[in-house]
């Protein structure tokens, strides 16, 4: 099945050290992008991607970094430096141009 | 500054009842407006977009109503049912990358 998958779905982080979330799709879409959601708040953007070997940063994107090597592949660390990272981040892409992105089932990050 | 947002925070309706969930936007200049829908511990799922050069859309039992005077987007779910429960997201389409701007976000319970 075609489709965007975040791995893993439950993530525990020690305060101090950094994480990578997984981010994979098979859609052959050129764009892809990571969002933070905060309980009953809406998406925010961290980075997005255009292009492979290309990308810039979003609202929030302090305490992030991503690489885009791979078309299909978007992986987002989460930093010691990101003061706050307890957050549902959900991964999405879309084609060039296109209104409607698709978005993975995201992962949940704790910090303990 | 830019921001797109909306009116309620939660709707109730009875299962076979119209649904009407609202937005508000401030950006003249997006492009489109789009409807999400994120049940609980999952990623959104595209709804259905307005340009916004049109009024009105439907899709299958949705409806986008788009008012460019007062800045104010609507969802309308007809026949309401207990799988329409979850959240809405109206955004708003900035920037070349496509890139989207959520709202927080409305909860839409339907009741037996």
């Known amino acids: 099945d075609g489709g965007i998958t975040q791995s893993p779905k439950y993530l525990f982080r020690k305060e101090g050290q950094n994480v990578t979330l997984s981010c994979e799709q098979n859609?052959?879409?050129?764009?892809m992008y990571w969002y933070r959601q905060d309980p009953g708040q809406g998406l925010r953007l961290i980075y997005y991607s255009q292009i492979v070997n290309d990308f810039q940063k979003g609202d929030i994107a302090e305490g992030y970094s991503v690489s885009r090597e791979k078309k299909e592949s978007f992986p987002l660390t989460v930093t010691s430096a990101q003061k706050n990272p307890t957050a549902f981040y959900l991964c999405?892409?879309?084609?060039?141009?296109?209104?409607?992105?698709?978005f993975g089932q995201g992962t949940r990050l704790t910090v303990v | 500054g830019e921001s797109v947002g909306l009116h309620l925070p939660t709707l109730s309706v009875q299962e076979g009842d119209n649904s009407i969930i609202n937005c508000a936007y401030s950006n003249s200049a997006s492009d489109y407006f789009i409807w999400y829908k994120q049940e609980s511990g999952k990623g959104p799922q595209f709804i259905i977009d307005i340009r916004s050069n049109m009024d009105k859309r439907q899709g299958q039992r949705v409806t986008v109503l788009l008012n460019k005077t007062v800045k104010h987007l609507s969802l309308q779910i007809a026949a309401t049912q207990p799988g329409d429960s979850a959240v809405y997201f109206c955004?708003?389409?900035?920037?070349?990358?496509?890139?989207?701007?959520f709202g927080s976000g409305t909860q839409l319970t339907v009741l037996p």
């Open positions: 999405a892409s879309s084609l060039q141009g296109a209104t409607e992105a698709f």
């Open positions: 955004a708003e389409n900035q920037g070349s990358a496509r890139q989207l701007t």
């Open positions: 859609l052959n879409h050129d764009a």
